[in-house]
């Protein structure tokens, strides 16, 4: 008998898949659709949603007689999603001069005309800028794809809800 996810892990599923495809979506719509290239920083931040992504695919093609490592890709996969969502978080104080960038594209020790700055937010809204908003989707994303993985179903009369 092939066991399958429950409602909540389902769930879980399709936001670890979700949250990092429409993340990294959002942020090629806007490079190449709007010519906000990416800086060094940005690109630190999509890297764990690649990961996220594949991780939460492996999960749809893993084996359905144990939950267990489905489950396991699920939460790595948000890990992969709460990490971007730090990295974003560390590029916004940056980038609001909260505190100093570890990279060489900040401040004035660059010395290309091309190079994207780190610390200059190229779009904000409401005062959030893209790195911002990474860091406030991801991270509540990665918090409610663990809070579904550990919902217990509710049974009434020895019957799923």
Request: aromatic share 12%; with cysteine.
């Amino acid at each position: 008998m092939t066991k399958s996810l429950s409602k909540s892990d389902r769930l879980a599923q399709q936001l670890a898949l979700a949250i990092p495809a429409l993340l990294i979506g959002g942020a090629y719509i806007s490079q190449y659709g709007f010519g906000l290239f990416p800086c060094e920083m940005c690109w630190w931040q999509r890297w764990p949603h690649f990961a996220a992504i594949a991780l939460a695919l492996l999960s749809t093609a893993a084996s359905s007689k144990s939950m267990g490592p489905k489950r396991i890709l699920i939460a790595l996969a948000a890990g992969g999603v709460l990490t971007s969502g730090l990295i974003g978080a560390f590029h916004a104080g940056v980038e609001y001069g909260w505190w100093e960038g570890i990279t060489g594209c900040t401040g004035n020790d660059y010395n290309s005309f091309d190079l994207i700055r780190c610390d200059v937010a190229p779009w904000t809204l409401f005062g959030i800028s893209l790195a911002g908003f990474n860091a406030l989707l991801s991270t509540g994303g990665a918090v409610a794809i663990w809070a579904l993985l550990a919902a217990k179903e509710k049974t009434f009369g020895g019957r799923k809800a």
